[in-house]
């Protein structure tokens, strides 16, 4: 089946995007987030898809930060303390969008990150844990990683291959502004492990999707899609054909 009959076949069940990673992707196909306007329930997704202005401010901290990527505008101060409560909250998730939000408009925020991925001095990190470093490669990677060391570059992506997990488990796109600048090679084994794993359905939909995006082949991947799977798989493939 094609990616669009996949998606004309979810539409005509009734189908409409109902996670952040979904109404994302439903944003990056010309008109499909204005066909299914009327079935959005989430005013943050239809922030999220495009449908509707992220002018104002959650209030809760994930609001806040889901409002961030969605577009709303916050002032430098703000970032830096949106930052700061998302990393002491204990989620990883919240910690990596806000520290992106941040790092995206604070010239600091960058050049701090800049330093510490230059160091060339890998910590220990426990399986399933962030380390500030590995959120500083995933806030700003894509303007800092093209110009170290190709080596460099190698053990950088083998350190943070480990969080790719994490972010699939998620369904967070942290990887996805770094991918191609990341040594590509070094990406395989971490997400021909994510193949065996028991993960929320939707998440072997991106680790697919960022597969496919550097070439790589993962055949284990799709023989256990859930629904879900096929409707990420799906979206890429739609919003790749018109990028």
């Known amino acids: 089946m094609s ?11 009734g189908g409409y995007p109902q996670t952040d990673l979904e109404a994302r992707w439903v944003r990056r196909v010309p ?3 204005e066909s299914l ?14 449908l509707d202005g992220a002018l104002k401010s959650g209030n809760t901290l994930d609001e806040r930060i889901r409002l961030g990527v969605a577009g709303c505008s916050y002032e430098l101060a703000d970032l830096h303390e949106l930052e700061e409560e998302a990393k002491a909250s204990g989620d990883p998730h919240l910690w990596v969008m806000a520290a992106r939000l941040h790092a995206e408009q604070n010239i600091g925020r960058e050049a701090a990150a800049r330093i510490a991925l230059s160091e060339q001095a890998l910590p220990y990190v ?14 700003i990677g894509e303007r800092v990683v093209p110009a170290l060391h190709v080596d460099w570059i190698r053990k950088l992506t083998v350190w943070a ?5 994490l972010d699939c488990k998620t369904q967070g796109m942290w990887f996805w502004p770094i991918l191609q600048c990341l040594d590509a090679g070094k990406m395989v084994r971490p997400l021909n492990r994510l193949a065996t794993r028991n993960l929320p ?3 072997k939909g991106l ?3 960022y597969a496919e995006t550097i070439g790589v082949s993962v055949p284990e991947m799709e023989s256990d899609f859930g629904e879900r799977d096929r ?12 990028l």
């Open 3 to 13: 990616a669009r009959d996949h998606v004309d076949d979810w539409i005509k069940a």
């Open 31 to 33: 008109g499909l987030a």
């Open 37 to 50: 306007s009327d079935q959005f329930n989430d005013p943050i997704h239809r922030a999220l898809a495009g």
């Open 126 to 139: 426990f399986p399933g844990e962030l380390h500030p470093m590995m959120v500083d490669l995933l806030a």
């Open 161 to 165: 291959g480990s969080a790719i997990a």
């Open 201 to 203: 359905d939707g998440s």
């Open 207 to 209: 680790a697919a999707a």
């Open 231 to 242: 409707l990420i798989v799906a979206l890429f493939h739609l919003g790749n054909q018109v």
